[in-house]
Every structure is written in structure tokens, then in C-alpha cells.
């Protein structure tokens, strides 16, 4: 059973940067889709940013474009969300996800992934 670990989150101004992590076990990044998706209070839980499963396809949301980098590292059995230029609407849980059934592309919907990690909580707040 695959499992994710989330790591990273905290309480930044808004303009700030955060680096999440997510960290799997017995993990070929390559046999699996990633994701980041987030859920604030009283919403729905939303797709971020996704990968593919060899890495040169992803897929962000519109509200993130320009501002997150999601990338995996393979060597390190990790997935990272780079975070910049965060805004108050940012703030949440975010979570990882894993999925093998996508090979070539990725989907930012939450109901297509398996393998879940348990969040680590986003604040950003002045």
C-alpha cells in the first residue's frame, strides 16, 4: 500500500513562499500520476497541479499559473510544490495524491486518484 507524507506547510504573509513536499514509500515516481490538490474551509476539495507519470507533462490551475511549480525528483522518491507570490485565497489543507491508471497526461480531479496523503495546513494571513 502506497503511502504519502506531506511536509512544509505553515502560516506565511500574503507575497510570500512556501516549498511543500511530499514524500511516498515504496515509490517509483514513474509508475504513478502525482497531484497537489488543496481544500480550504467549507469547499470542496480542488486539483492544484498535476504530473504526468514521466514527468514532462503537467497541468495547474488557473488561480496557481505563474506562481506554483510542482516537479518530482525521482532520486528522492519525492513530489514538491513550489509556492510563490502566495495570496490569501491559497490558504488550506494541501494534499498529495498518487494514481497509476494516466500514462502520458494528467487530471486535476480529485475522484481520479487512489493513494492519498494526510495534508499539511497552509496559512496565509498578514
Known amino acids: 500500500q502506497l503511502q504519502l507524507v506531506e511536509s512544509g506547510g505553515g502560516l506565511v504573509q500574503p507575497g510570500g513562499s512556501l516549498r511543500l513536499s511530499c514524500t511516498a514509500s515504496e515509490f517509483n515516481p514513474d509508475d504513478y500520476t502525482l497531484g497537489w490538490f488543496r481544500q480550504a474551509p467549507g469547499k470542496e476539495r480542488e486539483g492544484v497541479s498535476c504530473?504526468?507519470?514521466?514527468?514532462?507533462?503537467?497541468n495547474y490551475a488557473d488561480s496557481v499559473k505563474g506562481r506554483f511549480t510542482i516537479s518530482r525528483d525521482s532520486a528522492k522518491n519525492t513530489l514538491d510544490l513550489a509556492m510563490n507570490s502566495l495570496k490569501p485565497e491559497d490558504t488550506g489543507i494541501y494534499y498529495c495524491a498518487a494514481e497509476r491508471k494516466s500514462i502520458l497526461d494528467c487530471s486535476r480531479r480529485p475522484g481520479e486518484y487512489v493513494f492519498w496523503g494526510q495534508g499539511t495546513q497552509v496559512t496565509v494571513s498578514s
Open positions: 504530473i504526468s507519470r514521466y514527468g514532462p507533462y503537467t
